[in-house]
């Protein structure tokens, strides 16, 4: 576990704040969800779908009848899959934003993908969205819902009644795909790409 201080703030400090707040964190790491490491015979979900890795040939990664069918060595198996969420993410994602920005009537510059662990996604004040690329692995609604919050900051930089309104607006029955998130999001982090 690594403590990380904010600039300015003495380890003394820290350490204090980390022993009041040990039982919590006791908790929070007996209640982490194991670590999976991204191996051919591993199970993934996609879309919510739990998915078998399976190695196939063929030139790419493609998923069929409940397996993901990875050609080549088993070495690269979880480099291939990683390259391949990213690029369906992108463009579900991109589909998705597009959708909500219709109907928005509003534009957004770009759409990036990283690997957050503390955000699901964010938009600049240069109406940049970015998104984490594991959004792949939830159900297809909650991917669906982060990206109408995410467009509802184009026209509300908060979190205010009215984005909650814009965002109600752009998704209705957005609370059952947020509250998936909260409650199972960490989950879709135990998947380890050889990183």
Known sequence: MTLTLPPGVPESR????????ADWLR????????????TIGATLPLGGVPMRIVSAPGAGVR???????VPGPAG??????????????RDRLAEASDRHAVALGRT?????????????????????????????MAPPEV?????????????EMNHSPA?????????PGHAAPRRWLRDNGASLHRYRFGD
Request: overall charge positive; proline content about 3%; aromatic content about 10%.
């Open 14 to 21: 820290a350490l204090d704040f980390a022993g009041q707040k």
């Open 76 to 89: 690269t198996a979880p480099a291939r899959l990683r390259a391949w969420l990213r690029a369906r993410a």
């Open 108 to 136: 957004y510059a770009r759409i990036t993908l990283r690997d957050t662990r503390s955000r699901w996604g964010s938009c600049s004040a240069r109406s940049g969205l970015s998104y984490s690329w594991r959004l792949i």
């Open 63 to 69: 998923a069929e009848g409940g397996r993901l069918l």
């Open 27 to 38: 908790r929070q790491l007996r209640d982490r969800p194991d670590t999976v490491p991204v």
């Open 143 to 155: 991917l669906d819902y982060v990206a109408a919050h995410e467009v509802a900051h184009l026209a």
């Open 163 to 171: 984005f909650w309104a814009t965002v109600a607006r752009l998704m």
